[in-house]
């Protein structure tokens, strides 16, 4: 068997990759797989799934939404591209081992584990707790399960909202019962007041480190007239996951600066979707430095990122920002509100209630598929909204599929 040589991108790092005895055969469609294409690693977050005991009832299987929002790009393990390099096809290849750079605030925090000597003293003290109701007051535990709790919260978030903070405080007295204060009603109060407290001196420490999602809001790098600590914090949105990530290993403002002068250039060039896709990930630090630092206006960010307002670029940098694929995502949502909407459609009166008839007369097909379903809905909410869905919606024909572009 012939040799085959392959160009495979993590991230933002390229390698290439000499396969002595050509490709494998135990992957998925390797036909798709030719001598020097390029494949490319993606990170897809896990799907997680709550399991009951059989003699436990339940209504329904409890998914996370991260899991929801990973369902389609599970569905191949190979995806393979019309771009092409080297006249040889580039292939995606899905990979579950990597996770992302944070992760979307969890359902339920879960504590993690002290050092051993903090444990070893919990542990006694809840068999206390749980003999005579004796809580813990030896202060030496404290400054450890602070640490650890900064910590783990970090990972998901560097600037944890009131109500982030109070589900810490709750699952740490509900995991360490020993260590409920005395004088609250609920129990853990002065943590909740310890842990917010103690995130503040965390976001300190960090700014020694040059972490850029905090040396933002330090009081050298805002305007003259923001210079107050509590004025004009940047901090991430509920849904904003990787906020202002740091600049990549071995790459600076000047390095990426130049990458987006040349990400200008390929957008000019026709039928260069791939590497407009690598050098928009590539450039993802600096673009989110650019537009959280300095707020440029909508016009000033689309001459120096004209192949952000792209439709597959919206959605891809949505993704980036966070971790949830847009589309799946509101497919998922719009199949789930569905039958109460057509319900809503079909209670409306008047013109409006004669235009959602019309709309929904392609509902009455028994073999109405589910994309049919989807784009009727759809086209009711904008008639509902008080819109017209042919001034929102250009339908156009490439080759012999009709693609619909919503503006």
């Known amino acids: 068997m012939d040799s085959a040589a392959l160009r495979v991108v993590f991230d933002h790092r390229i390698e290439k990759l000499t396969l002595p005895s050509g490709i494998p055969e135990l992957l998925h469609s390797t036909n798709q797989i030719q001598h020097r294409s ?143 204060d005395r004088g609250s009603f609920s129990g853990f109060y002065a943590w909740q007041t310890s842990i917010k407290y103690k995130m503040a001196n965390y976001r300190t420490k960090l700014r020694g480190f040059g972490i850029s999602e905090v040396t933002c809001n330090a009081l050298k790098h805002k305007h003259p007239d923001d210079r107050k600590s509590a004025k004009n914090v940047k901090r991430p949105r509920r849904a904003e996951v990787n906020y202002l990530p740091s600049y990549p290993v071995g790459e600076d403002e000047k390095t990426l600066e130049k990458e987006r002068e040349e990400l200008v250039s390929e957008f000019k060039k026709k039928n260069n979707e791939r590497m407009i896709k690598e050098k928009m990930n590539k450039t993802f630090a600096h673009r989110r430095h650019e537009i959280i630092n300095q707020c440029p206006s909508v016009q000033n960010t689309k001459e120096r990122w004209p192949a952000l307002f792209q439709p597959s670029q919206v959605i891809a940098e949505f993704q980036r920002i966070t971790t949830v694929q847009l589309e799946a995502k509101l497919m998922s949502s719009l199949d789930l509100h569905t039958p109460k909407l057509l319900t809503l459609f079909r209670g409306k009166g008047g013109a409006l209630g004669e235009r959602l008839k019309t709309e929904m007369e392609l509902l009455k097909d028994e073999q109405c598929s589910v994309d049919m379903t989807r784009e009727v809905v759809i086209h009711c909410i904008i008639e509902f909204l008080g819109e017209h869905a042919g001034d929102l919606i250009k339908e156009f024909k490439r080759g012999h599929d009709i693609v619909d572009w919503i503006f």
């Open 38 to 180: 390029t494949i490319k690693v993606v990170t897809v977050a896990p799907i997680v799934l709550t399991l009951f005991p059989p003699n436990e009832s339940f209504t329904g299987c409890d998914i996370t939404d991260q899991s929801l929002d990973t369902t389609s790009s599970t569905r191949t393990t190979i995806q393979h591209s019309s771009d092409t390099s080297d006249s040889s096809a580039s292939t995606v290849i899905l990979s579950q081992n990597n996770s992302p750079e944070r992760k979307p605030w969890p359902k339920e925090f879960i504590i993690p584990h002290f050092s051993v000597e903090t444990e070893m003293v919990l542990e006694r003290a809840n068999e206390l707790y749980r003999k005579d109701g004796t809580v813990l007051t030896t202060p030496k535990v404290k400054s450890d399960i602070l640490e650890k709790l900064a910590q783990s919260i970090y990972t998901y978030s560097a600037y944890p909202s009131t109500l982030q903070i109070l589900s810490v405080a709750e699952a740490l007295i509900k995991a360490h019962p020993c260590l409920k």
